[in-house]
Structure formats: structure tokens, C-alpha cells
């Protein structure tokens, strides 16, 4: 039989490069995938199980945009983003400030109940159809780099990511509103002594997060096909890189979103079988050597 | 200012339930006769979730269905009203299992059907069997139907039976379409872990077998995890490889995946022939310009040259049907669907003896029928309870506006019209 597996060992070390950065490319769109979780878990401790399906639900928002519109799906980042933005503060205000307190559990099932929702209304609005949206020559794109060529596109998500994250960090530390949310962070009752609408700034810190969720849902989207169900696959994803990460640090979400999609690629280099398994086996492995993650923020 | 306590008093309480007490007196006065003996049929689909697209066109089948069985039908001289229950798996074995049971123990069917994978079938199958109820099924290949549900060969099963093709088939047509390409005969095997995926790569009784028969040598990098975002490695491997050719069984996002990254890391191989990811026109249409010329399987197509045993309609008037009522293209699982009525209909006009379970598993076993996805004849299938319907390669190209799937490869059933020819990618 003249079947024969892919050359494992012994092949150029190209591959090996090509593999790392594939996987640190892909790292980008699951630091994406994370940096709304983390903002929301850092300000309000609260626990986003619909994240997933947030995504992909800005997924659809951006396929609606482009399609009515006919705008390339880069610039419909422009309407979608603010949408997401004021669903978040709506979100919030209605909804999950009703159910912020001392026990973590209601917010973790509401945004359970937000997540079947979310799945069965697009499902009753889009149809089960795999959608993609066309962003043109951007998908197919590629630069070469010796003998290796990366897409334009993997490039450009880790690109986003990077500003996301830069501008998100920049905001916390430099700003009036991120001083409002780090305080909020600290101590909710004393902020509000000082004169801080709690409510507000968590109204403000979904928005944002929403609006983070925007870029990552439409990125998704780009990249490739999705469907009302997904989601929640790509929920572990951003929930591993925060915690890889530690909970409520910027960049340390961006890390491990890298950590986790190189794990995969590398995996995926040694036995296909093993892309997935080698990223929750890195994500185990660090939380079993440092529970709180790589640079936690937040003392427990 | 007055006050009304309460909408309900003493009398109008009194007056209210004695006319309800009464009811069921009058009601039972007005009662046909001559009604109908009643016959169910239990239908189990996957109406929501990732699988939904198998079943998009349930509506318009069971509709049709339902009015052609409008005057009943009849078995012995006798008019049975039949009466069909659909219920949703939600794309879920577990889901599929449950509702199955309830059809069968709660709603006490007389036949369960179900189609669309081995997750939805498997489960009602498997459900039927335990409970002696009688069963068809289809769409699905017969692999893992059969061993799927640790089927063996020569003994088979009591109460189920299966009706579509085989990966034998699939291997076949592939093949065929290959054949006449005139490319570089080096395969790449794109199989993910899951059911199909793992049938497919199967050493023994999948594809690796047949392509090094055929002459050609298959790269499989190894079965990976369906919704992976990454393809870099296998992409790496086909390219070193020098593959002109690539296939496997995919969902969609992970062909898109594949695919885009594919034009990404400059690997564009000649053809590409991919299963379960390119059945649907919806999938084409959302990769764009990248969808021409991909190719795939073909079960049914309105092209089919088979009528309608019940409605004498013919493949394409099937389809275009379905494409009036709801705007949207054909798919292949419409005539699959319709088939399964058509075989549960001759099932129950050719009975013995509705009442008795064994009568009906007897009438299945014995049918001979020309429905419009080909000949149903359990008494000549591959194995115990299966039988199999054509099958042919397809390639989809732009056509006008749209794509179109053309038939490009039908050495098989050569009843089957070619519609095209096969075109290289690149």
C-alpha cells in the first residue's frame, strides 16, 4: 500500500517556523476572542457564557451590514462596532445589573439563558446556513517571506489585536473612564461613595467589551464560514487565553492567546489529531503550575 | 365607588360547569361513524441546530406528503387515515434517542422514519429496535449505519431498514471523476475524528485502499478536530507532497478554513472534491468566487430521471417546486425525504396486517419500488438491510448568476445524464 503519513520528524526545520507562525497569527483572533471576556470579568467579575455566541451574533450583524450596504466588511466595522457597542449598555443596564451581587451564579445563568437565545434567534432569523463574508482579494492575499508566504489576513488580525489591546490597556491607565473602572474593580460600594454610578460604568464596560466582540465577530467572519451554533466552541477558546493569560491583564490575554494558538499548531505539526488537544493541554499545564495565570492583575 | 370582587359568582360557576360536565356528552353525540382507522407515522429530523440545513425543506416534503395521503390509503380494502408526527432532534443523538422513544411509547406510532446522518438515524434506529417498532431510514451512508450501530454481517437487524449509498460508491465516483482529469495522481486526505471522518480515513474500508488500487498515493496528515482554525500543517504537507489533488469529508467552516488558507500559503491544487461540505448551494455561495469548480458527491439532483411513485412528479418538478414556495435553491435531501414517504406509502398499501408489527417489517422487507431517488429493493443490498440508491460525482460551476451543480462523472448509473464537464481549478 502506497499510503504514507506526512513527513514528521526529519523535516526542514521551515516547517517547524511555519507552524509557530501560523500559530502566533492565529493567536491574534483568540486574543481577540478574549479581550471583551477579560474587560468584563476585570470590572464587574462577571462570568460572559453568551460571549461566544456575542461573537458570532456581530458576525451576522457585519454579513447583514455588508450584504444591505454592499460595504466591504472592514468598514462595516464602523456601524457594527457602535451597534454592538449600545447592545452591550442596554445589556447591561437592563439585564445583568439586575443580577450582579454577592453570589456569581444568577449573571453566570442569565448569560447561560442570553446564550440559547442568542443560538435560536439567529437560527430563526439566518437560517443553519454556513455564512462567510466576502472580503475580496483580503482573504486570498499573502506576503511571501522566503520560501514560506503568511495571509494578509492572519497578519491583519494580529495587527487588530495588538492596537485592541494597546488602546485598551492605554485606556485603563490613562484615562478618567479607566480610573473609573479599575476603582469599580477595586471596591464597588466605596466607588460609589465616590460619587461613581456603578451601573453606569458597567453599562460602559459591556459597551465596550461589546464593541471589542464586534471586531473579533467580524474577523471571524472573514475568516471563515460560521453558523448560529458555534459559538460556543470559540467561548473555551477565549476563556483558555484570558486564564493562560491572568485574569484582567491586557496583554497577558494577548499572550495567551499566542501560547495557545502556537500549543495548536504545533500539535497539529506533530499529529493533527492533537491541534486541539495541545491547546487545553497548555492551558491544564499552566493553570496546574500557576493557577492564577501568567501575569495576574487581580489578587484573589 | 363600587367593587367588584371576583368575574366569577356562585351562579355563573354552577351555569359554567354543568355546561362543561355536559360537553363531552354532545361531542360524543356528534361523532362520524365511518371514521377512518387511524395509521402513524413517527418522523424524527434534524430541524435545528448544525444540521438544520438536511432538513430546511421538511415543510414542503411533509406538505406535499400529507396531501397526497389527504384521501387516506388504502391497505385490504380498508381506508386508513394516516397521520404523520414530526419531531426535531435538534441536531443531537441524544435529543434524536429521546424523541424517538416518545414517538414511539408516548404517541404509539405504528412506523418511525427518520433521515440525515448517522446522528439522527442511528439513535431512531437503534430506538426501534429495542422497541419492535417498524423503521426506515436514509440519508446516510450505509457504513455507518450498519457498523455504526455494531450491525453483523448475515444477521442484521429485526424491525430497521436503511435506504442510500455507500462509501464504496463515493470511492467509486470520486475515482471516476479523477480519472478523466488527467492530474498528478497524489492525493490530499483532509478527515476529521468524528464518525464520517474516521469511516472515511479508515484504512481497512475507507478510502486509503481503493486510491492505492487506483494508483494513486494518499498524504493523510492525520484525522483532526472538527472546528480547528488552523490548516497550516496539512496545507504544508500537500504542498510538499505535490498534491494535484484534494478530498476528504469536512463540515463547512472548517473547508472554509482550509480553503482560504490554502490560497493564503499558496498551495492551489487542481481539484478539490470534498464531502458533506459542498452539498448544499448555500455553502458555494458563501465562499464566492473560491466555489467554482469544487466538487462533490451527488445523490440527487433534479437532473435524475426517476418520477414520483405517489405524485408522479418528476425529479425537477420536485425541485423547482421547492425553489417556487420558498425562493431558495434545491438541495439533495428533498428527494431522499420525499423517497422515505414514498417507500412508508407502499409499505402500508401492501401490508398483510396493519395491527401486526411483523406484517408491516415484512411488507418493507419485500418492497420493490421506483421511487424518485431510484429503486428501493431490500432483496438486493450490499448487506442485511440495506439497500442502495445511485450515486454520481458533481462539480459546481458558475451559471449565470448562480451555481450550478453539474453532473461530470456517472459511470456508475450512466442512466444519469452528465450535465457538464469536469474543470480544473487552476
Known amino acids: 500500500m502506497k499510503t504514507f503519513r506526512a513527513p514528521i520528524s526529519g523535516s526542514n526545520s521551515l516547517d517547524w517556523v511555519n507552524a509557530i507562525v501560523q500559530g502566533t497569527l492565529l493567536g491574534g483572533l483568540y486574543a481577540l476572542f478574549a479581550a471583551g471576556l477579560s474587560l468584563i470579568f476585570g470590572v464587574m467579575r462577571l462570568v460572559n457564557i453568551a460571549h461566544g455566541d456575542l461573537i458570532v451574533l456581530a458576525a451576522y450583524l457585519g454579513l447583514t451590514v455588508t450584504t444591505i450596504l454592499g460595504l466591504h466588511p472592514l468598514l462595516a466595522l464602523l456601524l457594527v462596532v457602535p451597534a454592538m457597542a449600545l447592545f452591550g449598555y442596554i445589556l447591561q443596564r437592563g439585564i445583568l445589573n439586575q443580577t450582579l451581587g454577592k453570589d456569581i451564579l444568577p449573571p453566570l445563568l442569565v448569560t447561560f439563558g442570553l446564550s440559547v437565545i442568542l443560538q435560536n434567534g439567529l437560527l430563526e432569523i439566518y437560517s443553519a446556513d454556513p455564512q462567510k463574508m466576502n472580503a475580496g482579494a483580503l482573504e486570498t492575499a499573502s506576503i511571501p517571506v522566503g520560501e514560506l508566504s503568511f495571509g494578509v489576513l492572519p497578519v491583519l488580525t494580529f495587527a487588530i489585536a495588538v492596537a485592541v489591546i494597546a488602546a485598551l490597556q492605554w485606556m485603563f491607565y490613562h484615562t478618567a473612564l479607566g480610573r473609573a473602572f479599575r476603582a469599580t474593580s477595586d471596591n464597588q460600594e466605596t466607588a460609589q461613595l465616590m460619587g461613581l454610578n456603578r451601573r453606569h460604568i458597567f453599562g460602559l464596560a459591556m459597551a465596550l467589551a461589546l464593541g471589542v466582540t464586534a471586531i473579533a465577530g467580524i474577523m471571524l467572519g472573514i475568516r471563515t464560514s460560521f453558523d448560529p451554533s458555534i459559538g460556543g466552541g470559540r467561548l473555551v477558546f477565549g476563556f483558555e487565553a484570558v486564564i493562560i493569560g491572568g485574569l484582567g491583564n491586557m496583554w497577558g490575554t494577548l499572550v495567551g492567546g499566542v501560547i495557545l494558538g502556537v500549543a495548536q499548531t504545533v500539535g497539529a505539526k506533530i499529529d493533527p489529531g492533537w491541534q486541539l488537544l495541545a491547546g487545553h493541554i497548555a492551558f491544564l499545564i499552566i493553570l496546574a503550575v500557576r493557577p492564577n495565570g501568567l501575569f495576574p492583575r487581580i489578587s484573589e | ?426
Request: aromatic share 8%; proline share 6%; charged share 20%.
Open chain 2, 1 to 426: 365607588m363600587t367593587k367588584k370582587t371576583s368575574i366569577w359568582t356562585r351562579r355563573s360557576f354552577v351555569a359554567g360547569g354543568t355546561a362543561a360536565l355536559a360537553t363531552p356528552a354532545i361531542l360524543s353525540g356528534t361523532r362520524a361513524y365511518a371514521q377512518n382507522a387511524v395509521i402513524k407515522i413517527g418522523h424524527v429530523s434534524p430541524r435545528t441546530g448544525p444540521l438544520a440545513g438536511f432538513a430546511e425543506a421538511d415543510d414542503y416534503v411533509l406538505d406535499a406528503i400529507a396531501q397526497a395521503f389527504s384521501a387516506g390509503l388504502e391497505n385490504n380494502g380498508k381506508t386508513y387515515t394516516v397521520e404523520i408526527i414530526s419531531k426535531d432532534s435538534q441536531s443531537n443523538p441524544n435529543r434524536a434517542a429521546e424523541v424517538a422513544a416518545d414517538l414511539i411509547l408516548g404517541d404509539e406510532v405504528d412506523i418511525i422514519v427518520a433521515a440525515s446522518t448517522p446522528d439522527t438515524v442511528n439513535p431512531v434506529a437503534d430506538q426501534a429496535e429495542i422497541n419492535e417498532v417498524p423503521c426506515i431510514t436514509t440519508d446516510c451512508p450505509w457504513q455507518p449505519y450498519f457498523f455504526g450501530r455494531n450491525g453483523v454481517p448475515g444477521e442484521g437487524f429485526q424491525n430497521t431498514y436503511h435506504f442510500f449509498w455507500g462509501l464504496e460508491d463515493v470511492i467509486g465516483s470520486f475515482l471516476d471523476m479523477w480519472d478523466g482529469a488527467g492530474v498528478a495522481k497524489t492525493v490530499g486526505g483532509l478527515f476529521p475524528n468524528d464518525a464520517d471522518g474516521n469511516a472515511w480515513g479508515d484504512a481497512e474500508l475507507g478510502l486509503p485502499k481503493p486510491l492505492a488500487a487506483a494508483g494513486y498515493d494518499l498524504v493523510d496528515p492525520g484525522r483532526y478536530q472538527p472546528l480547528s482554525d488552523d490548516f497550516s500543517n496539512q496545507i504544508a504537507a500537500f504542498k510538499s507532497a505535490g498534491c494535484g489533488i484534494v478530498t476528504g469529508n469536512m463540515i463547512p467552516p472548517d473547508f472554509a478554513t482550509f480553503w482560504a488558507q490554502s490560497a493564503q500559503q499558496g498551495f492551489a491544487p487542481k481539484v478539490v472534491t470534498i464531502g458533506k461540505a459542498l452539498l448544499f448551494p448555500s455553502v458555494i455561495e458563501a465562499l464566492g468566487e473560491r466555489g467554482d469548480g469544487l466538487s462533490s458527491e451527488v445523490w440527487w439532483s433534479p437532473n435524475h430521471p426517476f418520477n414520483s411513485s405517489l405524485t408522479g412528479a418528476s425529479s425537477k418538478e420536485l425541485a423547482d417546486g421547492y425553489t417556487a414556495a420558498t425562493g431558495r435553491p434545491w438541495t439533495q435531501p428533498i428527494g431522499f425525504k420525499h423517497a422515505l414517504f414514498e417507500v412508508v406509502a407502499d409499505v402500508i398499501k401492501r401490508a398483510e396486517d396493519l395491527d401486526d408489527r411483523a406484517a408491516i417489517v415484512a411488507a418493507i422487507a419485500a418492497t420493490n419500488l421506483d421511487t424518485i431517488t431510484g429503486t428501493v429493493d431490500w432483496s438486493n443490498g450490499p448487506i442485511n438491510n440495506v439497500t442502495k440508491t445511485p450515486l454520481v460525482a458533481g462539480q459546481w460551476q458558475r451559471d449565470g448568476d448562480a451555481m450550478d451543480l453539474k453532473i461530470v462523472a456517472n459511470s456508475s448509473a450512466p442512466n444519469i445524464p452528465l450535465t457538464g464537464e469536469l474543470k480544473l481549478l487552476s
